[in-house]
């Protein structure tokens, strides 16, 4: 059997290789990088770059099915190599192509009536002015392709920082959205297979600091509001013929529920499953893109749970993800009823802020498993010296 190709090598690929070896599905990653987190995983890891044609293509003449870990690919490169080569890639890199770009994207929640933060395209410093009256003076410019985790994020909430989104040059475009006064940001995953039929997981309240994830817990009591919006999402992801896991992140407002951003992937949000379900994010993607049945599956194994990213601190470490196998162990805590597990990404170096790995735990609410995340997450940090 041919393998299933995996676009990118970092850790949502690794996590991904790991659970296609668990459901014994043959799989091949291209990757650049010798260090590329999912390269120690996988034994059929093929070097070379997904954004280059010949490599692309040469890489799915071997592959049963394709699909990604990053939806910042070429995606008119990737839907050129999947009609010479005849293999499917999912999600369509069509889809892959709209919500990469935020102008897109945004259009696209219009089209199905998702309801997202008022917004404008922005391309020059004239236009963040008039963006920025429009808004109402808050207002958050974001590049219109390859941000993440904050960068390329500009929040804009008085006149003088304006001046300074404004006077460094509005290189390239962006768009500009409303500041949105939220309760708490939540998220959720849900996953379409090929016969169309749309699973999800648990809403769940998702924090972040210096825009990047740092904790995530769950499941949140589904109001109807929720019931709403998956109802929503569902027709989104139907009239796409979307194939495969999605991350979708929201606002919790006082008027209700709104769409920040859509990620044609696993996501980070999504972590908890490794530990919290019978069959992860990653199990349900790969069943999807493999054209297996994923409906049935999934089935809770704690009755709350949470997850911890550990992020690089300020130092710079090289090696710093190897140091610690002896850490990939569970961590018991104190009650018996809830567990945390460490996972880590294998990363060649820590960054301040670079995702390293994470802590899942599983206990009775919420906050006993986030407390028990953050404490396990907390004294591997110390453990580790970094
Ligand atoms: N319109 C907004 N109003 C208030 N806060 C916002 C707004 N847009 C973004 N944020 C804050 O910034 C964070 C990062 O923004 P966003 O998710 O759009 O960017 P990103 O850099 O692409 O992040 P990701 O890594 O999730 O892709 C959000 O999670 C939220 O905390
Ligand atoms: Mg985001």
């Given amino acids: 059997m041919k393998p299933l190709g995996i676009l990118g090598g970092g850790q949502l690929a690794r996590m991904l290789v790991l659970e296609a070896h668990r459901l014994n599905l043959p799989v091949a990653v291209l990757s650049p ?18 954004s280059k044609l010949k490599d692309l293509t040469a890489f799915m003449k071997l592959c049963s099915s394709v699909t990604f870990e990053s939806e910042f690919f070429d995606s008119t490169l990737i839907a050129k190599a999947m009609k010479d080569t005849k293999v499917q890639v999912f999600p369509d890199p069509k889809i892959m192509g709209l919500l990469q770009d935020r102008l897109s994207q945004k259009n696209l929640f219009d089209e199905y009536d998702i309801p997202t933060a008022p917004w404008r395209p922005v391309d020059s ?36 920082a304006l001046g300074s989104f404004a006077n460094s040059g509005v290189k390239g475009s962006f768009i500009a959205e409303k500041w949105i006064k939220f309760k708490r940001e939540i998220a959720i995953i849900a996953v379409r297979d090929q016969a169309g039929a749309v699973f999800f997981y648990p809403f769940v309240e998702s924090h972040q600091k210096n ?67 019978s069959l992860s994010q990653f199990s349900l993607h790969l069943r999807a893109v493999a054209g297996l049945r994923t409906q049935g599956f999934a089935i809770p194994r704690a009755k709350s749970f949470a997850m911890w990213n550990l992020l690089g601190s300020e130092k710079s470490h090289r090696g710093a993800g190897r140091l610690t196998p002896w850490l990939a162990k569970p961590a018991v805590g104190e009650k018996s009823s809830s567990e945390a597990t460490v996972h880590w990404y294998g990363k060649a170096d820590s960054r301040p802020g670079r995702k390293l790995g994470h802590v899942n735990a599983q206990a009775k609410t919420p906050d006993i498993a986030l407390k028990l995340a953050k404490s396990v997450a907390a004294q591997t940090v110390k453990d580790i010296g970094y």
């Fill in 211 to 277: 825009s990047r994830c740092l904790w995530v817990k769950g499941p949140l009591r589904e109001t109807r509001a929720f019931t709403e919006m998956k109802k929503k999402i569902a027709k989104f992801l139907t009239g796409l013929q979307y194939v495969g896991a999605m991350g979708i992140e929201m606002f919790e407002t006082s008027q209700g529920l709104i769409v920040n951003e859509i990620a044609p992937r696993v996501h980070n949000t999504g972590h908890y499953t490794m530990d919290a379900f």
């Fill in 125 to 160: 410093s004239q236009d963040a002015l008039v963006a920025y009256v429009a808004l109402d003076g808050e207002a958050v410019f974001k590049k219109r392709r390859g941000g993440y985790d904050g960068y390329g994020t500009f929040v804009v909430r008085d006149d003088g």
């Fill in 33 to 50: 990088l010798e260090t590329d987190p999912a390269r120690d995983v996988t034994g059929r890891w093929v070097q070379g770059d997904p």
